[in-house]
Structures are given as structure tokens and as C-alpha cells.
């Protein structure tokens, strides 16, 4: 079974800093381009960011830029997303995903999804 997988979610106050992991199984994800979104309560999926196959190319929300970094280990068929600085309107659901085309990533028609974990930013 494919499965992408997040982790690393839960209760940070203002200002503080977590990072998520998505680990892939069933299959490898090493070619294809991977991404974060978030939906938070009453609000839409959106996207937060992406990263290239080979982890080189990176592209971010204007909301999350200069404070979010996706990062990934093809080895460990893992992909990141360190947060920081993090505030109130970052609390939501993140999502993991994955195609094989920078856009499917972008535009939220990904080919696999995670699960989400939830991010609660307290003040």
C-alpha cells in the first residue's frame, strides 16, 4: 500500500519552532516533486510549499517565506518542513503530497496525499 505519512505536529507557543516530517512507503518518492499544504479550521487547503526531486528548486507561500524551509533525504524517502517564528494564523492541519509535476503539486492535484497532523500555535 503507498502511503505518505506526517509526523511531527502539536502544540508549540508563539513564536516558536517545529518541524514536520512526511515519510513515504510502498513505493519511492524520489522522483517525484513533493509539497506541504495546511487547511485551517472553516478555511481552505492551501499551499504552503514544495520542493523538486532533487530537493534543489524550493518554492513558498508568500505567507510562510523567510520562516518555513522544505527540505528532503531521498535516502531516507523523507521529506521537511522546519517552521519558525511560528504564529496563531500557522495553526491548521498540514498535509504532505506528491506527483510526478511541479504543478500538480502547486495547484493541490497531487496523485498522493497524507493524512495530515494538526499544528496548534498557542499565545
Known amino acids: 500500500q503507498v502511503q505518505l505519512v506526517e509526523s511531527g505536529g502539536g502544540l508549540v507557543q508563539t513564536g516558536g519552532s517545529l518541524r514536520l516530517a512526511c515519510t513515504a512507503s510502498?513505493?519511492?518518492?524520489?522522483?517525484?516533486?513533493m509539497g506541504w499544504f495546511r487547511q485551517a479550521p472553516g478555511k481552505e487547503r492551501e499551499f504552503v510549499a514544495s520542493i523538486s526531486p532533487s530537493g534543489v528548486s524550493t518554492y513558498y507561500a508568500d505567507s510562510v517565506k523567510g520562516r518555513f524551509t522544505v527540505s528532503r533525504d531521498n535516502v531516507k524517502d523523507t521529506m521537511y518542513l522546519q517552521m519558525s517564528d511560528l504564529n496563531s494564523e500557522d495553526t491548521a492541519v498540514y498535509f504532505c503530497?506528491?506527483?510526478?509535476?511541479?504543478?500538480?503539486?502547486?495547484?493541490?492535484?497531487?496523485?498522493?496525499w497524507g493524512q495530515g497532523t494538526q499544528v496548534t500555535v498557542s499565545s
Open positions: 510502498g513505493r519511492t518518492f524520489t522522483g517525484d516533486h
Open positions: 503530497t506528491a506527483d510526478s509535476t511541479f504543478s500538480g503539486v502547486l495547484i493541490g492535484a497531487g496523485e498522493y
